[in-house]
């Protein structure tokens, strides 16, 4: 349990955009049951807006946490690459840490 | 430095803490893109108040109007976030990338490189991408041998760095 509590902690981008997709299916879910519940159309776009609007919100937040998660373990990745050849080579190091 | 005590190094570190990491993971960028959904959903509740509020539905276009404007702006705060994380990732590639190619061209560093003859690719425990056997990012770790049939078949991504 600790170690899963752990693994939320640390991957929090990809929890919170797992939970964000089903929020955002949720709410669309609950937006259909809500638009086909009435033949109004004037009772229909409160519903199409808080459901669907708000559903696809959550579902752009979840694809947007997941591609920030992969470009953070790339950016983690290369920043220990580029510290690990700045230790292989003095000069690099000092090129290295100029260049930033 | 060897390489190998480097890649253990380098496997061991935890991921970074979300604030006070590195750009655009910063806690001013952070807050900069909650606020923008903050007031994106906002936006979206305005829209749904006032809608809820009419009788005709010509009333109420108004307001799906305002709050598809107020999710599109919300989307667009996402997606410039996750552009200026795609720059700086790009940028730190550029930088690091004719470096390893310096690196892996070294005999200091290639000597030590641990390869396994007659595979086409290596991976390792704990791996999520597979590795040609001269790789970097293979070297000092107890590697197993892939070919590539295998290599297609498993889950298994490719490397970013060696680009198998």
């Avoid at chain 1, 709410?27 to 009435?38: C, F, K, Q, Y």
């Avoid at chain 2, 903050?38 to 010509?58: K, M, N, R």
Wanted: aromatic letters at 8%; glycine letters at 10%.
């Amino acid at each position: 349990m600790g170690g899963f509590l752990s693994w939320l902690r640390v991957q929090w981008d990809r929890t919170a955009a797992v939970a964000a997709g089903v929020i955002g299916l949720l709410v669309l879910v609950l937006g259909w049951v809500g638009v086909s519940g009435t033949p109004h159309i004037a009772e229909q776009l409160p519903y199409f807006i808080s459901g669907g609007l708000i559903g696809l919100f959550f579902l752009g937040m979840a694809v947007a946490l997941w591609l920030s998660a992969d470009l953070r373990d790339e950016w983690r990745e290369l920043r220990a690459l580029r510290t690990m050849l700045a230790g292989t080579d003095t000069d690099k190091a000092g090129s290295i840490g100029s260049a930033r | 430095m060897s390489v190998s005590l480097l890649s253990d190094w380098a496997r061991r570190e935890p991921r970074a803490a979300v604030l006070g990491d590195d750009a655009p993971w910063r806690a001013g960028e952070l807050v900069r893109v909650g606020v923008v959904a903050a007031v994106g959903l906002i936006g979206v509740a305005v829209a749904w108040y006032g809608a809820s509020a009419q009788a005709d539905w010509p009333d109420t276009l108004p307001w799906a109007s305002l709050g598809a404007s107020a999710v599109t702006v919300a989307m667009l705060g996402l997606v410039a976030w996750l552009m200026a994380a795609l720059r700086q990732v790009r940028s730190l590639r550029r930088e690091v990338m004719p470096w390893l190619e310096t690196a892996v061209s070294t005999p200091s560093i290639s000597s030590t490189v641990q390869t396994a003859p007659g595979a086409d690719f290596v991976t390792a425990g704990g791996m999520t991408r597979f590795h040609q056997p001269g790789c970097p990012l293979a070297t000092g770790k107890l590697v197993r041998p892939l070919t590539i049939e295998e290599a297609r078949a498993s889950a298994l991504d490719s490397c970013g760095v060696c680009v198998p």
